[in-house]
């Protein structure tokens, strides 16, 4: 340590204690979930990472195209064990992209529709997934269908938000910058 100058961490300490934080606040990952109308798939896995791994994991979710209201069929599929439904909603993905936004870690792609070349550029440097399912929304499928379809959707993104969780390059708080928390 040098003398006569404070470290970079010895200023952030000081800070902390003068303003009464502590310095032992652990960052989240945040994690942006696309999809074209944000009223699906993407609000199905933004409330599914948020339960189930909230406490490593800052879960949004937005899209081109935000529909006025998220699906019914999404709401049915969340609604007998996510807790907080009440925070879901469709946001544009202009939201996410400007000077003051929050800065991602992890982008996922879940249709054809945001993928890399039609996506926006997003601050910082966010890794970005690509994630496949059957579009639950389709013209011309029944409604029973539809429902059997939102069924599967829901399961395969538990399945896939499971594996995500459990990938050793998010098993440990990201590293914070002095004085970011």
């Known amino acids: 340590m040098s003398r006569g100058r404070k470290t970079a961490t010895a200023e952030c300490r000081t800070q902390a204690k003068k303003h009464g934080y502590g310095v032992s606040v652990t960052r989240k990952y945040k994690v942006l979930f696309l999809c074209r109308e944000n009223s699906a798939s993407s609000i199905i896995a933004e409330a599914l990472l948020r339960e189930l791994a909230g406490h490593r994991f800052d879960a949004f979710s937005a899209g081109p195209e935000p529909a006025a209201r998220v699906h019914p069929f999404a709401v049915a599929q969340l609604r007998p064990g996510i807790s907080e439904l009440g925070v ?32 926006p550029v997003f601050p910082g440097e966010p890794v970005l997934y690509r994630w496949s399912f059957a579009d639950p929304l389709a013209d011309g499928v029944s409604e029973a269908e539809r429902g059997r379809l939102f069924d599967k959707l829901f399961w395969q993104i538990v399945r896939q938000i499971s594996a995500f969780i459990q990938l050793p390059q998010y098993a440990v708080p990201p590293q914070l910058t002095p004085c970011n928390a």
């Open 88 to 119: 879901l909603g469709a946001k544009s993905w202009l939201e996410f992209t400007g000077k003051w936004a929050p800065r991602m870690d992890v982008i996922v792609a879940m249709d054809e529709f945001v993928a890399a070349p039609l996506a």
